[in-house]
């Protein structure tokens, strides 16, 4: 996870000569995947749901979808105001985990990468956000 982590960072340009400032957050989130057994599928997009469901292991995909989102607005937070519901976990088509806003962060011109890992117990996302030079806050 933690070269997930400096992959992620070097892709958004961070230089460890230099303090980030206010150009990039970071979020994390973890959860037990028995939480997700029986998930309120409100809290999920018909494409979140769709994908979860045809895994293998749901609940630990929605334990993962749900970390995603939760350290997508942790990342952001510095940048946008933005709900659960503006936050969507979709898969690239290599499989691998990408954010799409919606709503309020629709026309946000940052980047945002994700990673997400699990066990059979736990699920964890770790989120990257970078805000592009000269971009002013929108919160």
């Avoid at 809290?43 to 749901?49: I, K």
């Avoid at 954010?99 to 940052?110: E, F, I, P, Q």
Wanted: glycine residues 10%; proline residues 5%; aromatic residues 6%.
């Amino acid at each position: 996870m933690l070269d997930d982590l400096h992959r992620l960072l070097a892709e958004l340009g961070y230089d460890e000569t230099r303090r980030p400032g206010g150009d990039i957050g970071i979020g994390v989130d973890i959860e037990e995947v028995a939480r997700w057994r029986r998930p309120d599928e409100r809290l999920f997009t018909d494409a979140e749901r769709g994908h979860c469901r045809a895994t293998g292991r749901p609940a630990e995909s929605y334990a993962g979808r749900w970390c995603a989102k939760e350290a997508t607005l942790k990342a952001v937070s510095p940048f946008l105001a933005v709900g659960l519901r503006d936050v969507e976990i979709i898969a690239a088509p290599d499989g691998c985990p990408q954010v799409r806003l919606t709503g309020a962060g629709a026309g946000w011109a940052g980047t945002v990468r994700v990673s997400i890992a699990h066990s059979p117990s736990l699920a964890v996302a770790v989120a990257v956000a970078s805000r592009h030079r000269g971009e002013r806050e929108t919160s």
